[in-house]
């Protein structure tokens, strides 16, 4: 059975930072595609970030130069690093996993696998207070 399980959500200032983990079992990430998405109440699910199986890392508009998408393959665990964070971030965050050259759509109805990619983690709460 495979399972993601993202940590590292909470509470913080307008302008702080976070860095969210991902970790998964019975699924490697360095050889499939990966994706950090969000979705706030009442908005469709976000995609804030992907690395692909073939290279490119892809960043939303809204936070290209604040977060960074990273992997540790010998942890098999995912990372988004944010940084100078906005009020309109807060959502839940969760990450995503595929076989590669699976797609990898920007909006989703809802981040689950029946809209989106095939394995979801439960998701991490940010609330960025101003």
């Known amino acids: 059975e495979v399972q993601l399980v993202e940590s590292g959500g909470g509470t913080v200032q307008a302008g702080g930072s976070l860095r969210l983990s991902c970790t998964a079992s019975?699924?490697?990430?360095?050889?499939?595609?990966v994706a950090w998405y969000r979705q706030a109440p009442g908005n469709e699910c976000e995609l804030v970030s992907a690395i692909s199986s073939d290279g490119p890392t892809y960043y939303a508009n809204s936070v290209k130069g604040r977060f960074t998408f990273s992997q540790d393959n010998a942890k098999n665990t995912l990372y988004l690093q944010m940084y100078n964070l906005k009020p309109e971030d807060t959502a839940v965050y969760y990450c995503?996993?595929?076989?590669?050259?699976?797609?990898?759509?920007?909006?989703?109805?809802?981040?689950?696998?029946?809209?989106?990619?095939?394995?979801w983690g439960k998701g991490t709460l940010v609330t960025i207070s101003s």
């Open positions: 995503a996993a595929a076989q590669a050259g699976s797609p990898v759509d920007v909006l989703l109805e809802s981040c689950t696998s029946y809209y989106g990619m095939e394995y």
């Open positions: 019975g699924f490697t990430f360095d050889t499939s595609e």
